[in-house]
C-alpha cells in the first residue's frame, strides 16, 4: 500500500496490563504518547478487573502471545523508545528480557510494579525475582516509587536519604540509571542516579488523591521523551512537570482514587464529567 510522503511518526511501545478504567497501564500511556506527539503501539501483559476503586482480578496474557506481538510490533521498525509497566508472571518478564537482547539499542524504561495502591499482586514471586535479578541491567532507566525501591534493595525507603541510598544501591545491582519518585512524601522529590551524578527534582505536591497511575504516566512520558532523543535528565525534567499539570487538572470520573488528567495539554478548562442519570424528559402535551 502506498501512503503519502507525510514525515514519519516518532513511534513508542508500551509493554504493560490493560486498566479498563483508563487511569494506568496501556491506555495511560496511549494517552500519554498522544501528548507528548508519539504514536503508540502496545502489548499487553494482563486483563485487569478494576475500577477507580481497586483491582478485582488479575489475567495474565499468554507468554507465547505477548512474544509473538512484540516481534510483530518492533518488526515494523519505526519504534523509538519502550516503556514497561505491569508484567503480571515471570514467562512473561522472560519474553520482555528476551525482546530487549534482540534491540541492545532500543531506550527502555522500567516502571518496576508489582502491587496496586489498594494492594493487589500485580506481579508473581518468580517474576519480581526474575526483574530485579535479570531486567535491571537490560534498560535505560528504572522508575521505582518508595514501596518498590525498598522491596527491590531490602532498605529501609522512607526519606530523601532512603531515596538516595536506594538509587545508588540499584545500580550497584545492575541498573543503568535509576529515578526513585517520592509523590508520597510531604515533598515531591524524585531522585535520579546515572552512576555518576545524583540529581533531585522537587517539585510541587497537588492534589494528593489525584494519583491513580502516576508511576505509568511518569515512566511512558520518560519514554516519550526519550523517543524524541531527548537526554535521560532531560526527559526526567519534563516527565515531571507533565504528571505534576496531570495530576492538577484531573477531574472525577468515578468514586475512587481520581486517574490523571493525561490530555491536559490538548484541552482548554477540561469541565467535570456529570455521572447522575439523565433528566426524565417531560410527556409531550396531548
Same mark, same amino acid.
Given at each position: 500500500?502506498?501512503?503519502?510522503?507525510?514525515?514519519?511518526?516518532?513511534?513508542?511501545?508500551?509493554?504493560?496490563?490493560?486498566?479498563?478504567?483508563?487511569?494506568?497501564?496501556?491506555?495511560?500511556?496511549?494517552?500519554?504518547?498522544?501528548?507528548?506527539?508519539?504514536?503508540?503501539?502496545?502489548?499487553?501483559?494482563?486483563?485487569?478487573?478494576?475500577?477507580?476503586?481497586?483491582?478485582?482480578?488479575? /489475567?495474565?496474557?499468554?507468554?507465547?502471545?505477548?512474544?509473538?506481538?512484540?516481534?510483530?510490533?518492533?518488526?515494523?521498525?519505526?519504534?523509538?523508545?519502550? !516503556?514497561?509497566?505491569?508484567?503480571?508472571?515471570?514467562?512473561?518478564?522472560?519474553?520482555?528480557?528476551?525482546?530487549?537482547?534482540?534491540?541492545?539499542?532500543?531506550?527502555? =524504561? *522500567?516502571?518496576?510494579?508489582?502491587?496496586?495502591?489498594?494492594? @493487589?499482586?500485580?506481579?508473581?514471586?518468580?517474576?519480581?525475582?526474575?526483574?530485579?535479578?535479570?531486567?535491571?541491567?537490560? =534498560?535505560?532507566?528504572?522508575?521505582?516509587?518508595?514501596?518498590?525501591?525498598?522491596? *527491590?534493595?531490602?532498605?529501609?525507603?522512607?526519606?530523601?536519604?532512603? @531515596?538516595?541510598?536506594?538509587?545508588?544501591?540499584?545500580?550497584? @545491582?545492575?541498573?543503568?540509571?535509576?529515578?526513585?519518585?517520592?509523590?508520597?512524601?510531604?515533598?515531591?522529590?524524585?531522585? *535520579?542516579?546515572?552512576?555518576?551524578?545524583?540529581?533531585?527534582?522537587?517539585?510541587? #505536591?497537588?492534589?494528593?488523591?489525584?494519583?491513580?497511575?502516576?508511576?505509568?504516566?511518569?515512566?511512558?512520558?520518560?519514554?516519550?521523551?526519550?523517543? /524524541?532523543?531527548?537526554?535521560?535528565?532531560?526527559?526526567?525534567?519534563?516527565? !515531571?512537570?507533565?504528571?505534576?499539570?496531570?495530576?492538577?487538572?484531573?477531574?472525577?470520573?468515578?468514586?475512587?482514587?481520581?486517574?490523571?488528567?493525561?490530555? #491536559?495539554?490538548?484541552?482548554?478548562?477540561?469541565?467535570?464529567?456529570?455521572?447522575?442519570?439523565?433528566?426524565?424528559?417531560?410527556?409531550?402535551?396531548?
Amino acid at each position: 500500500m502506498n501512503h503519502p510522503p507525510n514525515t514519519p511518526a516518532t513511534v513508542a511501545l508500551a509493554i504493560a496490563g490493560f486498566d479498563p478504567s483508563g487511569g494506568a497501564g496501556v491506555l495511560a500511556d496511549m494517552k500519554t504518547f498522544a501528548a507528548h506527539n508519539c504514536y503508540g503501539v502496545a502489548a499487553v501483559t494482563a486483563l485487569t478487573v478494576q475500577n477507580t476503586q481497586g483491582v478485582s482480578s488479575v /489475567h495474565p496474557t499468554d507468554a507465547r502471545v505477548l512474544k509473538e506481538t512484540l516481534v510483530s510490533l518492533l518488526a515494523d521498525g519505526r519504534i523509538k523508545a519502550v !516503556k514497561i509497566g505491569m508484567l503480571a508472571n515471570r514467562e512473561n518478564a522472560e519474553a520482555v528480557r528476551e525482546t530487549l537482547e534482540a534491540n541492545p539499542s532500543l531506550p527502555a =524504561v *522500567l516502571d518496576p510494579v508489582f502491587r496496586s495502591a489498594t494492594g @493487589m499482586d500485580l506481579l508473581d514471586r518468580p517474576g519480581f525475582e526474575y526483574l530485579r535479578d535479570h531486567l535491571l541491567g537490560r =534498560v535505560t532507566v528504572v522508575t521505582p516509587n518508595l514501596a518498590e525501591a525498598a522491596a *527491590l534493595t531490602g532498605l529501609k525507603v522512607e526519606n530523601q536519604e532512603g @531515596m538516595k541510598a536506594a538509587a545508588k544501591k540499584l545500580v550497584e @545491582m545492575g541498573a543503568r540509571a535509576v529515578v526513585v519518585t517520592g509523590g508520597h512524601l510531604d515533598k515531591a522529590v524524585d531522585v *535520579l542516579f546515572d552512576g555518576q551524578e545524583l540529581e533531585c527534582f522537587v517539585g510541587e #505536591h497537588v492534589k494528593p488523591d489525584n494519583t491513580h497511575g502516576t508511576g505509568c504516566t511518569f515512566s511512558s512520558a520518560i519514554a516519550s521523551n526519550l523517543a /524524541h532523543g531527548r537526554q535521560l535528565s532531560d526527559a526526567v525534567v519534563l516527565a !515531571k512537570a507533565f504528571v505534576t499539570e496531570a495530576i492538577r487538572k484531573a477531574y472525577a470520573v468515578g468514586p475512587g482514587r481520581l486517574p490523571l488528567n493525561h490530555l #491536559h495539554r490538548m484541552q482548554h478548562n477540561p469541565r467535570p464529567i456529570d455521572l447522575s442519570p439523565p433528566a426524565q424528559e417531560p410527556e409531550p402535551a396531548p
